[in-house]
C-alpha cells in the first residue's frame, strides 16, 4: 500500500493534471462533432498509434485474461465516457456533471470489501471532506435550467460504470500489459460504440475545425493513453479507495484551467472548496503511524 509520500510524487500529481483535462477538451470538441462520433475517433486514434508499437516491440498480450480486461475497459472507456460526453451534449451543465461522477470515490469505498480491501474511519472522513470539497468548487456553476431525465440517467451510468470497471480491473486483472491491454480496451470500446453511433448519429455532422483537430489530439496523445497509462500504473499498486480519492482534485483542476484559459470566474468559495478537497485526499491516502 502507497505511502503518502508516493501520491504526491509526479505520478499522481501528472495524472490529476491530464483527467482534469478532459472537460475541457469537451468544452472545445463538442461544439463541433457529435458526441459518439468524436469518441470513435478518439478510440480509432489509439489504436492506430499503439497498435503497430505493439506490433513492433512484440509486448505480451495478457493471456487468459483478455475477456477481463476488455470488460473493465468497456466499463471505464465506453461507458464513463459515452455516458459524460452524451449527457454534456443533452444540456447536463458541466459543473453538476463533476458533482455527480465525483461520488466515484464514495461508491468505490462502499464496495471495497467486495474485493478484500478496508476503508478506515479516517479514509471515510476524508471522502467526505473531497466531496464537500467538490460540491464547494461547482457550487456556482450548477443550474436545473434544461436538465432533462435522460441527461442525468446517461450521468449516472457513467458514474456507476467507471466505479465498475474500476473495481472490477482492481480485483480480476490488475496486472498486465499497459500497450496490449490498452489497445484490447480501446478496441472492445470501439466495436461496442460503434453501432450506437452509426444509428443515433451521422459523421457528416463532424466539422474538421482547428480547435477540433487539437481537442481530439489531445484527447488522444494526453488522456487516452498519457492519462490511461498512469491510471492503470496506480490501480496496480494501490488500493482503488485511494486511486479514485485522486478524483476529487480534479474538479478544482478543471476549474483553475478554466478561469486561465476562458476567464471563468473563480471565487474565494472555490478556492475553500480545493483546500478542503485537497485535506480530503490527504486523509485518505496518508498512512497510518
Sequence with gaps: MPKTASFLSPIPLFFVFLWSTGF??????????????????????????????????????????????????????????????????????????????GMQPILTAMA??????????R???????????????????ITLVGLSWQAIALCLFALLSITAG??????????????TGTVIQFAASFVVILPFALYFESFTDIQWTVRFVGALAWSVLALSIGAIFLLFALIRRSDA?????????????????AWLMFGEAFSLLGAAGMALAVLGVVFVVKQPR
Design 241 to 257: 479507495t485511494q486511486v479514485t480519492s485522486l478524483l476529487y482534485l480534479t474538479p478544482p483542476t478543471t476549474a483553475i484551467m
Design 24 to 101: 475541457i477538451v469537451a468544452k472545445f470538441g463538442l461544439p463541433y462533432a457529435p458526441p459518439l462520433s468524436f469518441l470513435l475517433l478518439r478510440f480509432l486514434g489509439v489504436l492506430a498509434i499503439l497498435l503497430p508499437l505493439v506490433l513492433l516491440m512484440r509486448a505480451p498480450w495478457p493471456t487468459g485474461k483478455i475477456k477481463q480486461v476488455a470488460l473493465a475497459g468497456l466499463l471505464m472507456q465506453a461507458g464513463y465516457l459515452a455516458g459524460v460526453w452524451c449527457a454534456i451534449k443533452l444540456g447536463m451543465p458541466a459543473g453538476l456533471t463533476a458533482l455527480m461522477v
Design 123 to 141: 479514509q471515510w472522513l476524508g471522502l467526505l471532506f473531497g466531496l464537500g470539497g467538490v460540491a464547494l468548487v461547482v457550487y456556482a456553476k
Design 112 to 121: 471495497a470489501p467486495l474485493i478484500g480491501e478496508k476503508v478506515r474511519p
Design 166 to 179: 474500476t473495481m472490477y480491473q482492481r480485483r480480476y486483472c490488475p496486472q498486465f500489459d499497459l500497450r
